[in-house]
């Protein structure tokens, strides 16, 4: 005969057992933020060893070390923060897995970043102060280092509360901040500041009503016809080529200016042509992908999955190319400023500050990316495949049109702008089809309401967050700079 007392004992283990094992896996999730602290921390203390080795025994090499590492602090946060404007609606489309997309953004921003990438950067960052009011003493090394400090502490914070925020308007606020802070406000051009604040306005505007109409033609000429498939064969190269030309033009003037000098005239008629290429060789290739596809919307969506993939592959080198001056542009300054004893307004970026900032990126994107691209992705609004098109299509296509008006436009708010765009167009049309059905079938004033109220396609919860966030972006990182520069000036002077 079994024994009841061992039979008890034994279930009262498998019970202990199993609150063990339950305990061992909540402390596993709960450490595991800690893990890609200590990996950040460990490649800060790496980007400060590598300038301590290349730098350290020359004059002024402490400053070297201590900028390396505040460089590699500010990479890490544009690699969290930034990367997600690019990736979020492929990921929220389900064309692309968190783990490709962060593949894939790694590789892409790196290229951009060490192929492309800030061979020339200003140090005052666009004009924002005059560097002749910081020439004296080691103003304009504090000044920097102020600037880099406040710029990753601000968007370290907004990746925290997830809002995707302008890493350029964060180092323009803390460029802005400092300066104030060592010659008063006169060193500030004020008429450049109200371009920038401008472009708080246009570049949602822009990229959300360029993404909303994108989506209206592709409701109009493909998802609303009879035979979607027929559509889809003549549209979808269409589109293709549109974007081709798009993301040409796009990678001339913005990626690759750093390799090579064209206008815009030059930069559409190259556009041009990779579209024209496009579009002939995509025409097959979405006639083969619709052969025995149903006459649905959701056989549709396979056929904007490859484009998306592409679309955001070059988003992210062109994000590359052009936002590692973020990370390591006040840091070549003040590699510049220590080694030629003075200020210039233009100074080459070396290969290694480089390295840590296309690194950073990649290493921050890895680490801390996952949330703001849920965020971007999946939590403003559903994306799927189209809407998410429209989204990057839109980016490119702002950012030219911003071009040639010659007004100064965010990469992340235009893409954060486009997903609002189709959300809200979303909320428009459906707005307007229940509008239509109440005339038909009229149903009491209350449950019309309620029924509108659930209809709300756009958390408006994260778009305040969101708009907060930027509008507070630029003074919250000039206020962080100015303090940031009084305490270094007094301890470092």
């Known amino acids: 005969m079994s024994d009841p007392n061992a039979a008890h004992q034994w279930s009262t283990l498998d019970k202990d057992l199993n609150r063990l094992s339950r305990v061992e896996a909540a402390t596993m999730y709960a450490a595991r933020p800690l893990v890609g602290v200590g990996i950040s921390l460990l490649f800060v203390a790496v980007a400060a060893v590598v300038a301590l080795l290349l730098t350290g025994s020359a004059p002024g090499g402490f400053l070297i070390v201590v900028a390396a590492a505040l460089g590699a602090y500010m990479a890490l946060n544009i690699g969290a923060n930034d990367v997600a404007n690019n990736m979020g609606p492929a990921v929220g489309a389900n064309a692309l897995s968190m783990a490709g997309a962060i593949a894939i953004a790694a590789i892409f921003e790196s290229a951009g970043a060490l192929l492309a990438g800030g061979d020339v950067v200003s140090t005052i960052s666009k004009g924002i102060i005059d560097p002749a009011s910081l020439e004296s003493g080691h103003s304009f090394v504090w000044a920097m280092m102020a600037a880099l400090l406040s710029a990753a502490v601000w968007v370290n914070v907004a990746t925290w509360v997830g809002a995707p925020v302008s890493t350029t308007h964060a180092v323009v606020g803390g460029v802005m901040g400092a300066g104030i ?7 500030v051009d004020w008429g450049t500041m109200g371009s920038i604040a401008l472009s708080w306005v246009v570049s949602p505007l822009l990229g959300g009503i360029i993404a909303a109409a994108m989506l209206a033609f592709i409701k109009w000429k493909v998802i609303y016809v009879e035979d ?3 559509a889809a064969r003549i549209w979808v190269p269409v589109l293709i080529g549109v974007m ?5 033009t796009y990678l001339v003037m913005k990626g690759l200016k750093h390799l090579m000098s064209v206008d815009i005239g030059i930069a559409l008629l190259i556009g041009a042509a ?10 097959p290739l979405i006639r083969r992908q619709s052969q025995g596809l149903e006459n649905r919307n959701r056989s549709l969506k396979t056929l904007f999955q490859l484009p998306l993939v592409v679309s955001a592959a070059l988003l992210s080198f062109a994000h590359g190319a052009n936002d590692v001056a973020n990370a390591v542009g006040p840091l070549a300054a003040i590699v510049h400023a220590r080694d030629s004893m003075g200020v210039a307004t233009e100074v080459a970026i070396p290969m ?13 994107l890895i680490l801390f990316g996952p949330k703001l691209i849920r965020m971007v992705g999946n939590q403003i609004t559903k994306l799927n495949p189209m809407r998410a098109y429209c989204v990057a299509l839109s980016a490119a296509v702002t950012v030219i049109a911003a071009s040639w008006l ?7 708010h235009i893409a954060v702008g486009g997903v609002f765009g189709v959300g809200f167009f979303r909320e428009w049309y459906m707005e307007r089809r229940t509008r239509q059905i109440a005339e038909a079938r009229p ?16 958390r408006r919860s994260h778009f305040l967050t969101i708009v907060a966030a930027w509008v507070v972006t630029v003074p919250a990182a ?9 305490c270094l000036s007094a301890l470092l002077d």
């Open 478 to 486: 000039a206020s962080i700079s100015a303090l940031a520069f009084y």
């Open 406 to 412: 010659g007004l100064p436009v965010s990469s992340t």
């Open 181 to 187: 802070a060592a010659a008063g406000l006169g060193a």
């Open 228 to 230: 979607k498939i027929a």
């Open 244 to 248: 081709a030309a798009a993301f040409g």
């Open 443 to 458: 149903r009491p004033p209350q449950i019309a309401a309620q029924e509108r109220q659930r209809r709300k396609l756009v």
């Open 274 to 283: 990779i579209g024209l290429g496009c579009y002939f060789a995509s025409v």
């Open 352 to 364: 290694w500050v480089m390295l840590i900032g296309a690194l950073g990126i990649s290493f921050g």
